[in-house]
């Protein structure tokens, strides 16, 4: 079965940079769209960013500038580069493939087929 696999989250204060990574077991990365997502406690799952099959990525206007989301098609390996991190962006961080996705939807949970179980990040002092 296909499973996508979370690490790198962990414990950083504000200001402080992590990097997570979702690897992909089953299906082949450079195929699917892929994206980041999070869920902070009490709310809904949001996108964070989205890289497409050409390559081209999209991001949350709350994160542009600050967070890099790209892949390794040979290591079969998502990313994510979380830099300047705040502590409202702690949460569960959950990456997903996408068979279909569309520019105008990416943030939409039904665009996915495979989710991982996430990965905890907290932003605190």
């Known amino acids: 079965q296909v499973q996508l696999v979370e690490s790198g989250g962990g414990s950083v204060q504000p200001g402080g940079s992590l990097r997570l990574s979702c690897t992909a077991s089953r299906i082949t990365i450079s195929t699917y769209s892929m994206g980041w997502f999070r869920q902070a406690p009490g709310n809904e799952r949001e996108g964070v960013a989205a890289?497409?099959?050409?390559?081209?990525?999209r991001y949350a206007d709350s994160v542009k500038g600050r967070f890099t989301i790209s892949k390794d098609n040979n290591a079969n390996t998502l990313y994510l580069q979380m830099n300047s991190l705040k502590p409202e962006e702690t949460g569960m961080y959950y990456c997903a493939a996408s068979s279909w996705l569309f520019d105008g939807t990416w943030k939409s949970l039904s665009q996915y087929n495979y989710w991982g179980q996430g990965d905890q990040v907290t932003v605190s002092s």
């Open positions: 890289i497409f099959r050409d390559d081209s990525t």
